[in-house]
């Protein structure tokens, strides 16, 4: 099999595929920012052949108008907004209404869509006895996970019927994930739920249900509900990453959106994806716990005799453009806070001896947002076991909208992959007796 790239007499690309003496000529589409992807659509119907492609890596699922990422670059758009631009004039809660609708709101608009996060922020008293039905050590994500997929039993519209219908549910899940959030720990820890407050902004609304206590209530520190605000904001959307497509797969049987989240939350969970910032604390309590040099440490990365979590990416070969934002927030804002965290000291030592390590430069090796939202969580007094809840929280505004475009597509099928069979032969049933 080979294949070439040729231009069509109509100046559109098309690639060739040779196979044993057959030709087929594949569109090449092109995207907004001059991305190319040979599409294959009819490759099975024409050849008899599947593409082989172990982990998606050069596969791409779908047409997206919501998030662009280049790798080589460093770059994070927004529906076209650069994530730096966002990151230092928006907020959550404004970034959210741009990824699933597309345009930046008008203030009316900002108002009316804050206005619904405040009126669902509450739960349906019913929730509150669910909670109770989990076990004291049930990690939060689990929670988290079953309680929206509960939540979408409580008078949900049809999503779809219409789109102020819409912006309804989207608000709701926006809105109580965080209050689900946040009673999952209360629950995790054996303290009663705290209630949300009408006149807290969504970030310091979180806080005061994370930490206030029903007879102390806390006044929510404005640096620190600003960094909460940048680390949700920052990891709002990530384009075509495992929870998000899992979102589009499940959105693309028909099941609805708070089903399909659910299931996001369910594969952001591992370590290798949103559990990565929990990975990087638990490499430095390792060090701290077990008293290793930080400098004999690197050298073991460096004889891959241990893992350096937090440092490089998937997606970006050069710099993780939210990493760098965070990294800029964490020396304005650590001070500030006046927290004395050995384990933030041990950080900050690793991250300035690996940036001056030839061997880390030289491998693009750079901190990356787990890095540091980490660190920052860490400081605003989040628990670790928290870490990925903080990311489905931020993450819940990118699943809706991929939700929302895939759904509102007429062209869009049921996600189906098909496979290479590699197991046995047709072979004939053993009746017991005969079996060795």
Known sequence: MSTSTTMSPTTSKTAKLTLDDKTLDLPVVVGTENEHGIDIGSLRKNTGCITLDSGYENTGSCKSAITYIDGEKGILRYRGIPIEQLAENS????????LI????????????????????????????????????????????????????????????????????????LISQVRTIAAASYK???????????????????????????????????????????????????????????????????????????????????????????????????????????????????????????????????????????????????????????????????????ALSDSYFKDRNLYPNVDFYSGILMRAMGIPVSMFTVMFAIGRMPGWIAQYKELTENPDSRIDRPRQIYVGKPKRDYTPMDKRG
């Open 91 to 98: 907020s959550f809660v404004e970034t959210a209404y741009l």
């Open 101 to 172: 609708f597309g345009e930046l709101p008008t203030k009316t608009q900002l108002e009316k869509f804050s206005a619904r996060l405040t009126e669902h922020q509450m739960l349906h008293e019913g929730l509150h006895a669910t909670f109770s039905g989990f076990p004291a050590k049930a990690s939060p994500m689990a929670i988290l996970s079953a309680m929206i997929n509960t939540a979408g039993c409580y008078s949900i519209p049809d999503e779809g019927a219409d789109a102020r219908d819409f912006e309804n549910v989207a608000a709701r």
């Open 187 to 353: 629950v995790s820890i054996g303290e009663p739920m705290i209630y949300p407050k009408q006149n807290l902004s969504y970030c310091a609304n979180f806080l005061h249900m994370m930490f206030s206590k029903p007879y102390g209530e806390i006044d929510p520190d404005p640096e620190i509900v600003r960094a909460l605000n940048q680390i949700l904001l920052l990891h709002a959307d990530h384009e075509q990453n495992c929870s998000t497509s899992t979102v589009r797969m499940v959105a693309s049987s028909g099941a609805n959106l708070f089903a399909a989240t659910s299931a996001g939350v369910c594969a952001l969970w591992g370590w290798r994806h949103g559990g990565a910032n929990v990975e990087v604390l638990n490499m430095l309590d390792h060090i701290t716990r077990n008293k290793i040099d930080v400098k004999a440490f690197v050298q073991s990365v460096k004889n891959k005799e241990a893992k350096l979590m937090g440092f490089g990416h998937r997606v970006y070969k050069n710099f993780d453009p939210r990493a760098k934002i965070l990294a800029a927030a964490s020396e304005k804002i650590l001070p500030k806070l006046g927290v004395k965290d050995p384990m933030l000291d041990l950080a900050r030592h690793l991250q300035d001896i």
